[in-house]
Structures are given as C-alpha cells and as structure tokens.
C-alpha cells in the first residue's frame, strides 16, 4: 500500500534527543534493534489500513485507536497504554474551542499517534528532535505533549479572562446587547472546553495509578504537575463561567432598570394627558350648549384650566413622590 508522506510520519528515536526518518519498509529491523524509539505519526484517514497492513499492533488495539469519536481516556493492556486526550485547535482559520483529538498507543519502545487535523504540540515535538533536544524515552514524549497540549489550553483560557476583564470595565460605559452577546459567546467557548478538560484530568490520573514499567517515579512526578496544571484550568474555567453569569446577570438587571424607568415616565405622562385629552374631548363634541362656545375668550379660558389641572397633576404626585 502506498501512502503520501503527509498522511504516514516514521521516525526513529536516537534515545538521546535526536531523531531520523524511515520508511514503513525499516520498521522492523528498527524493532529488532537494542534501542531506539519508532515513532509513527499517522493521519485518522490511512491509520487503520496502514496498521493493518503492517500488523504493528493487536486488531483490537488498531480499532480503538482509530475510532471516529473519542474523549479523553486513558486504557492499560499489557504494559502499553492507549491514551486519547484533546488539545486547542491552533489551525488557522479554525476555531480554537473545537478541540482536536490525538489518539497514542505506548509502549517502552513504540509510539503510535493518531491524528484527525495538525497538531501544533506534535510540530512542537518535531523541532525539538531537529534540534536534538527531543524525547529521550516514551514517557518523556508523553509528558512534553502533555505538558505542551496544558500550555496552549491556558493561554486560550487567559485570553478569554482579559476579554471578560475588558468587558467588565466596558460595562461601567455602556451595557448594551453587544456587551451581552460578547459575554454570551465566551461563556459558551468556555463550557465548550470544560467537557474535554474535565475527562483530560482523570486520564492524567489514572496514568500514574497504573504500574507501567517504562514509567519511572520522575515521569510520574512530572505527570502529577501536569495534572496539577489541569487541576487549575477547571477551577479557572469554572471561575469564568460563574464570572460570566455574573455580568450577564448585571447585564440584564440594568437593562430591566432602564425598562422600567422608561416604562414609568410613559405612565407618568398617560396620568397627567388622559384627563386632560377627555377634557378636550368632551368640549369638542358637535352639540349645542357647549359652555363658552360663543365667547371671544373661550379658548384661552380652556386652556387656561388645563393648564392649572397639569399643574395641579403634577404638584400631587410630587407630593406623594411619584416623580
């Protein structure tokens, strides 16, 4: 079977930082040596048949790994470790809350990872082993992915704190529905992050709670700070979504305020003009008898007492503080 490049990655690991592509055909002499780390990097689309083809792995390995919907989860058999966990979508002209997945398989001396879309924690992984400050051991690969996959979430996670910030500040100018969508589209970019973020850190758990002979107590201790991280990220994205409730809530109460005084102003004029309209009215009707109707001051005589029953409205409700 052949394969574009871009669709099927090999490399094999020096142990000490560095890295040289193979191709499919080397993958077993590079097994078969005494040290050394294969790496195959392989897109969702060619993953299944090339693993099949190749027989690398279990059948039942090669399925799970090449699921169509995965979560964050973390399954040990037989001291190798099939992880899947979510990072930030970094591709351009794709949204960063639509979390990309990366499927592994690990063992001591192969890593398998599975991609659905590019992945920059992987392309950070690559210029380090171009410039031989790579992964020495699988566990290590684990961890510097991990820790990288943590970096680019937080940063995300920052940038929506100061948005939050700005609007805050914003709110005190102008609370208008624009302030209100804004609010709205980063509390549901935030919920949206939390469904990954929330099984991430249980299968960062339960990493070092099963006994993997490659994993040293150091890669465990470094797999604690980064649970650690992402024990922080919950807490900060649970933050944000109560802080986000928060100012629609004032958001709305302030428009609801403004609502209501504009809704009582309409009242106030209602009061004063309804009686003076039915005053007028009932002066304008086409009978005979209307008082004044045949005198040169009538007009002025009307107004006049509308003009003292307005003021007369108006001193009333002040007095009992209507206005």
């Given at each position: ?149 943590t970096e680019h979430t937080d940063q995300l996670v920052d940038g929506y704190d100061g948005k939050l910030d700005d609007i ?155 206005i």
């Amino acid at each position: 079977m052949e394969v574009q490049k871009k669709y099927v990655n090999i490399q094999l690991l020096d142990g000490n930082g560095g890295a040289k592509e193979i191709t499919e055909k080397d993958i077993s002499r590079a097994m078969a040596l005494p040290s050394g780390i294969i790496w195959l990097h392989l897109d969702l689309t060619q993953a299944a048949d090339f693993l099949n083809e190749y027989q690398i792995i279990p059948e039942r390995i090669i399925d799970m790994l090449c699921a169509q919907e995965t979560r964050p989860r973390i399954l040990v058999l037989d001291n190798g470790m099939l992880a899947t966990f979510r990072a930030i979508n970094l591709n351009k002209g794709q949204k960063p809350e639509d979390m990309t997945s990366i499927r592994m398989w690990l063992t001591e001396r192969l890593i398998i990872t599975v991609k659905r879309r590019d992945l920059h924690s992987i392309a950070e992984i690559n210029n380090m082993l171009r410039l031989n400050a790579g992964p020495c051991a699988t566990s290590e690969f684990l961890n510097i992915l991990l820790m990288h996959i943590t970096e680019h979430t937080d940063q995300l996670v920052d940038g929506y704190d100061g948005k939050l910030d700005d609007i805050e500040l914003a709110i005190k100018k102008d609370r208008s529905i624009v302030l209100s969508d804004r609010v709205n589209g980063i509390c549901k970019k935030v919920i949206k992050i939390r469904r990954y973020i929330l099984p991430q850190r249980e299968a960062i758990l339960a990493i070092s709670a099963n006994k993997l002979s490659w994993l040293s107590d150091e890669d465990v201790f470094e797999l604690k700070q980064v649970l650690d991280a992402n024990m922080r990220l919950l807490e900060d994205l649970d933050a944000m979504k109560d802080r986000s409730l928060i100012i629609q809530n004032e958001i709305h109460a302030y428009e609801q305020t403004q609502m209501n005084q504009r809704m009582y102003i309409l009242s106030m004029i209602s009061v004063v003009f309804i009686p003076l309209g039915f005053i007028t009215g009932l002066l304008g009707i086409n009978v005979a008898g209307i008082p004044g109707a045949e005198s040169h001051y009538g007009f002025i005589i009307v107004c006049a007492i509308l003009a003292l029953i307005m003021v007369g409205y108006i001193a009333i409700m002040r007095k009992i503080r209507w206005i």
